[in-house]
């Protein structure tokens, strides 16, 4: 009886040493579920976040190319609705005409690519009109510099220089109806080196009609219908050698003139 005794406490004890050894293992499970649905809980914000970049990515504009082309221009009609008496009296003084014209044109080009040009830059001003205007600037870097420019004056004079109250009305012994052309063009070759070529062209000319006096002596004077055309051409170019410590251009030029 009493080895039984003995033996039944002594599987007690090992129950109770085994039972006190496992108590810790039975929340392990737990533990480790806990441990899996950490991640869960921790992807729980990343997915919170996900949108949020979206919206950002989104809310970002994307970044447009370098813009090419930008200019602006102005076009116009004009209607002549009251011109009263004399119509070459108001063509000296005024000389607007009726129609549609191009008020104004300003636009720059740049091409990224550096092809012909780096950029150019050109304006139009009053085409339409008696006096009009335009201007080129085009350039490429240490390649070369272009400038033009062009002026058109229309230009009308039938008002008598004297009163004369013996000449028929409408009739004026000087009186012109011409066009005036100015234009220009600059080349400079190689800018901002020690020796820079350049070539200049200049053009004045004018055609339309006329009356002019041809003068026999003091007492004869005669009016004669006359049709003016001429032209003067200015040529130049050569070579300018600039160093620090002296500037040098030699130049070689000629001026050609028609009179028809």
Excluded: C
Excluded at 147 to 159: K, V
Aim: no cysteine; net charge negative.
């Amino acid at each position: 009886m009493r080895v039984l005794l003995v033996f039944l406490m002594t599987v007690a004890a090992a129950a109770q040493q085994s039972g006190s050894q496992a108590a810790p293992a039975a929340p392990a499970a737990p533990a480790k579920t806990d441990e899996q649905a950490k991640p869960a809980d921790q992807a729980k914000p990343a997915d919170q976040t996900a949108p949020a970049k979206a919206d950002e990515k989104a809310a970002t504009p994307v970044p447009s190319g370098e813009e090419w082309f930008t200019g602006s221009f102005e076009l116009g009609y004009r209607w002549l609705t009251d011109v009263r008496g004399s119509y070459p009296t108001y063509r000296t003084i005024v000389n607007l005409g009726e129609g549609p014209r191009l008020n104004s044109l300003d636009f720059t080009i740049t091409d990224p690519k550096h092809r012909l040009f780096d950029r150019l830059d050109a304006r139009a001003n009053s085409w339409g009109d008696p006096y009009n205007t335009a201007h080129l600037d085009m350039r490429k870097k240490g390649i070369y510099d272009f400038s033009a420019d062009y002026r058109n004056i229309a230009y009308f004079n039938a008002l008598p220089s004297y009163a004369n109250p013996f000449v028929p009305q409408g009739f004026n012994e000087q009186a012109y109806d011409t066009l005036r052309r100015n234009g220009y063009g600059d080349l400079q070759l190689l800018p901002g080196k020690h020796i820079m070529p350049y070539l200049v062209f200049e053009r004045n000319s004018e055609s339309g009609h006329a009356v002019t006096t041809w003068v026999q002596d003091e007492n004869n004077e005669f009016a004669v219908p006359t049709l003016l055309r001429n032209s003067t051409n200015n040529y130049r170019g050569g070579v300018r050698m600039e160093y620090n410590r002296f500037h040098v251009t030699l130049e070689q030029g000629g001026t050609t003139f028609k009179e028809d």
